[in-house]
């Protein structure tokens, strides 16, 4: 367990990277020399605990999701999941805008949907539906349009209210599931 000095130091480092990210600033230009100064950290102190900027984002991310995690560990494998996930971005939007629209991470998506609670409604919600080699393709189509989903929704001023996003959600949701399979023994004409 980190001391407190530690943690403070941390997160002084972390709240100055968010700001930078959150102005604009590129991962790749923000310098370490500006980061330190923002958050009135000595460099060799910040080299005590990060190799580079993109550590510091990995941790910060890390504790996000982290975070995400245990706040979704209380919702029951239903719709309330999503409710809980959506619920969450709003609740700590600042930081989420940044992670979310940050374009260093390319696998951040995934980082998300592959949290144990997620993976196992998807697994509810689409278990019986497909073999087990078709599961991946379904999974992609939902993370990804999900991802960008959100991130459109936490990226508008006047969003539409937790719970009626969710809930549209998993309209969605209900909709894919309830399509009839297509015919594409048609010949085309």
Not at 80 to 101: H, Q, T
């Amino acid at each position: 367990m980190e001391n407190r000095r530690v943690q403070m130091t941390k997160r002084l480092l972390k709240n100055a990277l968010i700001e930078m990210l959150e102005e604009g600033v590129p991962i790749g230009k923000v310098y370490i020399r500006d980061l330190c100064n923002r958050a009135e950290i000595n460099r060799s102190t910040f080299y005590k605990y990060y190799g580079s900027q993109y550590d510091l984002l990995e941790e910060t991310e890390s504790d996000f999701i982290h975070q995400l995690s245990v706040h979704l560990e209380g919702a029951i494998a239903d719709s309330s999941v999503f409710y809980s996930l959506c619920k969450y971005l709003d609740e700590n939007l600042k930081l989420a805008r940044v992670l979310i629209n940050n374009n260093a991470d390319a696998k951040f998506a995934e980082k998300i949907f592959r949290l144990p609670v997620l993976l196992e409604n998807y697994k509810i919600l689409f278990g019986h539906r497909f073999d087990r080699n078709e599961l991946e393709y379904p999974y992609i189509f939902f993370t990804h349009g999900g991802f960008y989903m959100i991130r459109a929704w936490l990226n508008k001023d006047n969003r539409e209210p937790t719970e009626e996003f969710s809930e549209l959600i998993v309209k969605l949701l209900g909709r894919f599931l309830d399509v009839q399979s297509f015919d594409f023994s048609a010949k085309k004409g």
